[in-house]
């Protein structure tokens, strides 16, 4: 670039979240502990998942708030379906929470935020209702008119890299008609975040990894978008290269502490750029509609969708994946292949018939995609059912 050549003028908003802390470096249990102590929470309640139940980290955890431990509610299931949003607010309506603390997967801690707001909404309300689609252009972030006023703080101590606790919506599922919906607020984000690596060993090594690729898939949808920003795009990056080398090591080594951590900071930068309006395309908007049709893990659905979708945009985002491999220090190939090269080499499906997914349930993911924010974001414009199933049949 000469140095007489005048850059363009850009536009663009960066909203900083509610978010206040990010804590690592001590045990999960003395942090939540501190946090609600901080706050000044009397009757807290924990969200978890079924399995967690009789785990030893969740009796940890309750034995760490001692008497401010109001109730305990292991309902959270997988696509956060909207009957146990609906229970988990009735308990924490209940037990009269002050204070939740998600503990688990990107699941647990979208029901905790959605339980939130079904709590803020009064648990009167038609859930069906009260959880529809929402555009998330149209949510800012950083509103902080009424977020203080009935409000349930949360505290999130993720076990995954899914950066649920990073973000201001939740997916939440209608399982009769295998749909999610996103439903968001200013105040549905956690407070604060709570990242103690030894809790993700409760998790399968092969879910975890998944997580990670999601996370892999948080970056990179955002470089390769068309709509750039240097806060996205530096964030972004930094979280590609450290889980290109930290997943790695989590897969050679399972049992080291560092490379986990690595990993769950990478996850927090992956997502970061949504702050700057960067928007995911297509790979997140089917996988979101496939979790829930078909109740895949979107770790997964990333593995499997990610490479499809950056062969499908090639014509139109061509310069963005080749930067983005350049960053990576590949000189040759492309992302697709490197993206598929990196899940394969954990184990991970790379195919959707590999998930159990038919054929024939193509067009029904297809139909459905289209009422997914994302595709309305993705780099080549997705105008139809035709161009979301022909992904999915290169993807299958």
Same mark, same amino acid.
């Given at each position: 670039?000469?140095? @007489? ?10 909203? @900083? ?5 990010? !804590? ?14 901080? @706050? ?32 305990? +509610? ?5 696509? /956060? ?5 609906? $229970?988990?607010a009735l308990q924490a309506r209940q037990c009269k929470a002050d204070h939740l603390v998600a503990m688990g997967g990107g699941s647990v801690i979208d029901a905790a935020k959605a339980i939130a707001l079904l709590m803020h909404k009064g648990t009167a309300a038609n859930v069906s209702t009260l959880l529809d689609t929402q555009d998330l252009s149209l /949510? ?13 703080? !949360? ?13 201001? +919506? ?10 999610? *919906? !996103?439903?968001? @607020?200013?105040?549905? %984000?956690?407070?604060?975040? !709570? ?7 409760? +998790? ?15 970056? %990179? ?5 068309? *709509? ?27 049992? $080291?502490?560092? #490379? ?10 992956? %997502? ?40 499908? *945009? ?31 080499? +954990?184990?991970? #499906? ?6 159990? /997914? ?39």
């Amino acid at each position: 670039m000469s140095s @007489h050549e005048i850059l363009p003028m850009t536009t663009g908003v960066y909203r @900083h979240t509610m978010l206040e802390r990010v !804590i690592h470096g001590q045990p999960f249990e003395k942090a939540v502990a501190e946090e609600v102590l901080a @706050h000044g929470s009397q009757r807290v309640m924990i969200v978890a998942a079924p399995q967690a139940n009789a785990s030893a980290s969740l009796a940890r955890l309750s034995a760490a708030l001692e008497a401010r431990c109001a109730g305990v +509610f292991c309902g959270a299931l997988p696509h /956060v379906p909207m009957q146990c949003v609906y $229970e988990g607010a009735l308990q924490a309506r209940q037990c009269k929470a002050d204070h939740l603390v998600a503990m688990g997967g990107g699941s647990v801690i979208d029901a905790a935020k959605a339980i939130a707001l079904l709590m803020h909404k009064g648990t009167a309300a038609n859930v069906s209702t009260l959880l529809d689609t929402q555009d998330l252009s149209l /949510v800012d972030p950083a509103r902080r008119s009424d977020a203080d006023s009935g409000w349930l703080r !949360i505290t999130a101590v993720p076990q995954t890299l899914s950066a649920a606790e990073f973000t201001w +919506f939740a997916g939440v599922s209608d399982p009769a008609r295998k749909v999610k *919906n !996103i439903v968001a @607020h200013a105040a549905m %984000i956690p407070r604060s975040v !709570i990242l103690d690596p030894a809790l993700t060993q409760e +998790f399968p090594l092969s879910a975890f990894l998944a997580s990670g690729v999601k996370a892999v898939d948080h970056a %990179i949808e955002r470089l390769v978008a068309l *709509n750039s920003h240097p806060m996205s795009d530096a964030l972004s990056l930094h979280a590609l290269r450290m889980l290109s080398q930290a997943l790695p090591e989590v897969h050679r080594q399972p049992d $080291e502490l560092g #490379p986990r951590l690595q990993c769950q900071l990478a996850s927090w930068l992956s %997502i970061a750029g949504g702050s700057a309006g960067v928007k995911t395309g297509a790979s997140h908007a089917l996988g979101h509609v496939l979790g829930a049709h078909m109740g895949v893990s979107h770790g997964l659905t990333s593995c499997v969708l990610l490479p499809s979708v950056l062969r499908w *945009n090639w014509k139109y985002n061509q310069q963005q994946q080749l930067h983005v491999m350049s960053a990576l220090g590949e000189s040759g190939g492309d992302l697709a292949t490197w993206v598929e090269r990196f899940v394969d080499g +954990f184990g991970l #499906p790379t195919q959707l018939r590999k998930l159990g /997914v038919a054929k024939d349930d193509l067009p029904g993911i297809a139909w459905k995609s289209l009422h997914d924010p994302g595709m309305r974001h993705n780099p080549r414009p997705a105008r139809s059912a035709a161009d979301a199933l022909e992904i999915l049949e290169a993807a299958w």
